[in-house]
Nanobody
Framework: VQLQASGGGSVQTGGSLRLSCAAS????????MHWYRQAPGKQRDLVATITTDSSRNYDNSVKGRFTISRDNVRRTVYLQMDSLKPEVTAVYYCQTRWYSRDFWGRGTLVTVSS
């Protein structure tokens, strides 16, 4: 299984970014997908989850501003991030569990400046 994340960058407060994570080596439509983030000096935290039937869950801190979605044909999960604030600056990782093993993408850096 490989997860390739992309889409990070630097934006100003109030801006938007869309992260993508392309999966390979697995039956994508059968796996829940997750986005995590890790800010400097902090632990890695779960941001959003999308299940196989596209049910979504979000950390309270991003509700209403982030949207997770998936495209099973493209085998890609997305994280649309709007109304960005400096406190969301972090490295964002996509993650999934397949056959009882956890797989992580490489991470993509999101920097929001004030």
């Amino acid at each position: 299984v490989q997860l390739q994340a992309s889409g990070g960058g630097s934006v100003q407060t109030g801006g938007s970014l869309r992260l993508s994570c392309a999966a390979s080596g697995m039956n994508f439509k059968l796996a829940s997908m997750h986005w995590y983030r890790q800010a400097p000096g902090k632990q890695r935290d779960l941001v959003a989850t999308i299940t196989t039937d596209s049910s979504r869950n979000y950390d309270n801190s991003v509700k209403g501003r982030f949207t997770i979605s998936r495209d099973n044909v493209r085998r890609t999960v997305y994280l649309q991030m709007d109304s960005l604030k400096p406190e969301v600056t972090a490295v964002y990782y996509c993650q999934t569990r397949w056959y009882s093993r956890d797989f992580w993408g490489r991470g993509t850096l999101v920097t929001v400046s004030s």
